[in-house]
């Protein structure tokens, strides 16, 4: 099943519930810059509100296209009114197209559905290593010195987004909403779950324990 994961800088009337549509899967991230990035498996759109709390919706999209991790997505500027100005203004920035909020569930997921849709595996046709440690993404396989390690796919989603921010504590939220398993909600303990089998497959490879408890905090990925 192909994938669409999809940055929100505001609210959605409707919720960010995934929601899928023949083969394809949409994920909805409710996002701002000063978090880190969620795991992003597929086609990367964004939906930039024009005012936001910490900058402008524009420069939020300068910033978009300047970060190699962001500059190709799809970004759709939510504007608060039809006005002609803003939205020349949008596109100079380097908006895609533009959208007059308030923005809801249906008229989001209209806008993506009716565009011409990219291969979602074109955006993860790589592969991300620390050290002896290789994450193979379109292959979904990991390894540690060319030895496989089986790994169930909440874990080896959990341990591509650690190599991707080794020396970085994050806490059991944090890793909730990289995965985007916010809607429906689950326990903050199912994290310790999934990172007790990581440990294990990682041990039975022969990787040690990389993966460290930061007490009252969280779980970081030590650098190899």
């Known amino acids: 099943m192909g994938r669409i994961d999809i940055l929100l800088t505001g609210e959605v009337e409707g919720g960010f519930a995934p929601f899928r549509h023949a083969d394809i899967e949409l994920v909805l991230h409710r996002w701002s810059l000063a978090s880190q990035l969620p795991l992003i498996e597929g086609s990367l759109w964004a939906f930039v509100e024009w005012v936001l709390p910490e900058m402008s919706g524009l420069e939020l999209c300068r910033r978009l296209r300047c970060d190699p991790e962001t500059a190709a997505a799809h970004i759709t500027m939510v504007l608060e009114e039809d006005d002609q100005e803003d939205r020349k203004r949008a596109l100079r920035t380097g908006a895609d197209d533009y959208i007059v909020g308030p923005l809801t569930r249906n ?50 989603r959990l341990l591509r987004y650690f190599v991707e921010h080794p020396g970085r504590v994050f806490t059991r939220a944090q890793l909730i909403a990289a995965l985007g398993k916010q809607e429906p909600a689950i326990d903050e303990r199912t994290v310790d779950v999934w990172i007790g089998r990581l440990r294990r497959a990682l041990k039975a490879a022969g990787a040690g324990n990389p993966l460290r408890t930061v007490r009252s905090l969280g779980y970081v990925f030590d650098e190899l």
């Not at 991300?128 to 440690?133: E, I, N, R, S, T």
């Open 107 to 156: 008229a989001l997921l209209d806008r993506i559905l009716s565009g011409n849709l990219t291969d979602p595996g074109e955006a993860n046709g790589r592969r991300v290593a620390l050290g002896d440690l290789v994450i193979d993404i379109p292959a979904f396989q990991a390894r540690w010195r060319g030895k496989g390690i089986a790994l169930m796919p909440n874990e080896f």
